[in-house]
């Protein structure tokens, strides 16, 4: 089981940046593609927000992202990234990063079963 533990939310104004980490322990991180999710206020449901294979050559965002945020990794330090330029009031949420069971890129939410505690951002208009 990976754990994950995600920092570098906060509150900023739109069209700020903030740059997310989450850092994971247990050998298995460099096998399994991880994520980038986010639950915003009144949301029942963690919405996808960008996944990345455990190679890390291939990715997927969601479509409200694109252009403006970038998922990576350093599987030397068992870290992903997620930088957010341009935020705007609608990013506010909680931002989780996860751990699928599989390697390659996958945009289902089940297949990720291990969970950080999130990180919140909050962006004012």
């Known amino acids: 089981q990976v754990q994950l533990g995600e920092s570098g939310g906060g509150l900023v104004q739109a069209g700020a940046s903030l740059r997310l980490s989450c850092a994971a322990s247990?050998?298995?991180?460099?096998?399994?593609?991880m994520g980038w999710f986010r639950q915003a206020p009144g949301r029942k449901e963690r919405e996808i927000v960008a996944?990345?294979?455990?190679?890390?050559?291939?990715?997927y965002y969601a479509d409200s992202v694109k252009g403006r945020f970038t998922i990576s990794r350093d599987n030397a330090r068992y870290t992903i990234y997620l930088p957010m330029n341009s935020l705007k009031p609608e990013a506010t949420a909680i931002y989780y990063c996860?751990?699928?069971?599989?390697?390659?890129?996958?945009?289902?939410?089940?297949?990720?079963?291990?969970w950080g505690q999130g990180t919140q951002v909050t962006v004012s208009s």
């Open positions: 247990g050998r298995t991180f460099s096998g399994k593609a």
């Open positions: 996860a751990s699928s069971v599989f390697t390659g890129l996958t945009m289902i939410r089940t297949d990720f079963t291990s």
């Open positions: 996944t990345i294979t455990a190679s890390g050559g291939r990715t």
